[in-house]
């Protein structure tokens, strides 16, 4: 981490930390920065260590608080490392953005039998979502508040045909399927569960020509920030419902 931990009183008025994984470029950082712009401290999740330090000293000056932590979803032990830090350092989490991904694989084909991509989003996307989360969930239910986001994909609903994206598509598809579920057993708990797609954004991941990655984040923070009561088991674009 990049500081030393620090446990804050019990007379420390309540705000809100946010953690956002895969933060250090892309839609993760402008999630991070818009956030922050928000008020809120924000944990600013990286595989490296050094890029995701680099990402928040160009947030130095952001009204929030903005913090690198290094964070592979893949590693349980970095979780856990991460879930104690948080617990000593804060003693709560409000805001959880699953936005940790990758294997956009545009020409890969289903009938393909190299499942070597297929793995890894599912490991990143689907398994690395649910591990985080059930990380976080106690320093969420111990305040009987929580706002969950999964970025998810409008390739995922269920009505996409379109034969591009395999792997990505199946792992954000599984997604949304973990996204209703966990959503199920919260309600009633003041943690809301929501997938969003932030559309396709100019970013490395989504190459160029998308919209501009402020607009797709856009979204992700309305969703992180929604006030009680607030909706939960469904999906998202730029604050409207969409179909699964």
Same mark, same amino acid.
């Given at each position: 981490m990049s500081r030393p931990a620090r446990r804050v009183p019990a007379s420390t008025p309540v705000y809100r930390v946010a /953690?956002?994984?895969?933060?250090?470029?892309g839609l993760g950082f402008e999630v991070a920065s818009q956030l922050s712009e928000r008020g809120m401290?924000?944990?600013l999740g990286a595989r490296d260590l050094d890029k995701g330090l680099h990402a928040a000293r160009k947030l130095a000056s952001?009204?929030?608080? !903005?913090?690198?932590?290094?964070?592979?979803?893949?590693?349980? =032990?970095?979780?856990?490392? /991460? @879930?104690?830090?948080? =617990?000593?350092?804060?003693?709560? /989490?409000? !805001? /959880?953005?699953?936005?940790?991904?990758?294997?956009?694989?545009?020409? @890969?084909?289903?009938?393909?039998?190299?499942?070597?991509? @297929?793995?890894?989003a599912m490991q990143t996307h689907l398994y690395g979502s649910w591990r985080l989360t059930s990380a976080m969930l106690p320093l969420m239910r111990r305040h009987g508040?929580?706002?969950?986001?999964?970025?998810?994909?409008?390739?995922?609903?269920?009505?996409?045909?379109?034969?591009?994206? !395999?792997?990505?598509r199946t792992s954000k598809s599984a997604l949304n399927a973990y996204t209703r579920t966990l959503a199920a057993e919260l309600e009633g708990s003041g943690i809301t569960v929501?997938?969003?797609?932030?559309g396709w954004?100019?970013?490395?991941?989504?190459?160029?020509?998308?919209?501009?990655?402020?607009?797709?984040? @856009?979204?992700?923070?309305?969703?992180a920030s929604l006030p009680a009561p607030a909706p939960t088991g469904r999906f998202f674009r730029d604050g409207k419902q969409i179909a699964w």
């Open positions: /953690l956002v994984s895969g933060a250090n470029r401290t924000v944990l952001a009204p929030g608080e !903005v913090i690198a932590v290094q964070l592979d979803v893949t590693r349980q =032990e970095q979780v856990d490392t /991460l @879930a104690r830090w948080i =617990e000593v350092t804060y003693g709560r /989490l409000d !805001v /959880l953005v699953n936005n940790a991904g990758g294997y956009y694989d545009h020409d @890969a084909l289903a009938s393909d039998g190299d499942l070597t991509r @297929a793995l890894g508040y929580g706002r969950i986001v999964n970025v998810s994909s409008g390739c995922a609903a269920s009505a996409s045909n379109d034969r591009h994206c !395999v792997a990505y929501n997938a969003v797609c932030p954004v100019a970013t490395d991941l989504g190459g160029a020509g998308g919209r501009p990655v402020s607009v797709g984040a @856009a979204g992700v923070v309305w969703a």
